[in-house]
């Protein structure tokens, strides 16, 4: 309770000398950004398809258009510990998994440096390509099945399956300025068009490789994602 007290005094005093300030947003050809989103992928034009999070940069050609460019890295792993029967020796098994996304965005700003609250339009293109491995924890000697690409993904949370994913997506969002050169904005992106080609998925035991292909799909007008952005201008 005393910790939110706090919080809420701190977010108090920042609120009030942000509005005790002229605020005059930097808006002008020229002047970029570092966007750094949580909670969702809309705010820097990565959309629904991977993990949350991501940092991008925006590049103004005037007071109310800008180009915005983004990049979604994750990866992960884990050890499959060999928990060990009496008398029976073995081996760790591991798991990992990689996203990696990019896209591109072409806004346009309701108003330019003459307001600190600036609702903006959006559209874009985003890629991204999930891929996954397995290997279990075995005994020694015994035979077992390595998995690449399987459809079911991974166990580790925030990875979705295998494979890569091009989407066509429109945004709608607004900043609010707290000082000339910092922002917060949140921004909804809706999928327009959304191509997924799934990896194919490898089984291999031994000597052994069976492979799965998978099957391509489109969708048109999916749920997008929602985000949170801090944007440093300079």
């Known amino acids: ?75 992960s792993s884990r050890t499959l510990s060999w928990n060990s029967p009496a008398g029976a020796a073995g081996a760790d098994g591991n798991e990992s998994g990689m996203s990696l996304g990019v896209a591109a965005d072409y806004l346009k700003f309701m108003h330019g440096g003459s307001s600190r609250v600036r609702p903006y ?13 397995s290997k279990p924890s075995a005994a020694t000697g015994a035979i077992i099945t390595e998995t690449k690409n399987a459809p079911g993904g991974i ?22 300025f707290l000082f000339n050169e910092i922002s917060v904005a949140g921004e909804y992106a809706l999928n327009v068009v959304n191509r997924t080609m799934p990896a194919d998925a490898q089984a291999i035991t031994g000597g052994t490789t069976v492979t799965t292909k998978g099957n391509p799909s489109t969708s048109i007008l999916g749920f997008g994602t929602a985000g949170a952005t801090i944007r440093i201008y300079f």
Do not use: C, W
Request: aromatic share 8%.
């Open 121 to 133: 339009l959006g559209g874009g293109i985003g890629v991204t390509n999930v891929t996954n491995s």
């Open 155 to 176: 166990t580790m949370p925030g990875f979705a399956a295998p494979g890569m994913t091009i989407d066509v997506h429109a945004s709608l969002g607004a900043e609010f």
């Open 1 to 75: 309770m005393f910790r939110s007290v706090l919080t809420l005094l701190a977010l108090s005093l920042v609120g009030s000398n942000a509005l005790a300030q002229g605020i005059a947003p930097p808006a002008k050809a020229g002047v970029k950004s570092l966007n750094f989103t949580f909670g969702g992928l809309g705010a820097f034009g990565l959309t629904g398809s991977g993990p949350a999070g991501g940092v991008g940069v925006s590049y103004f050609m005037g007071p109310t258009t800008a180009l915005r460019l983004g990049l979604q890295v994750r990866k």
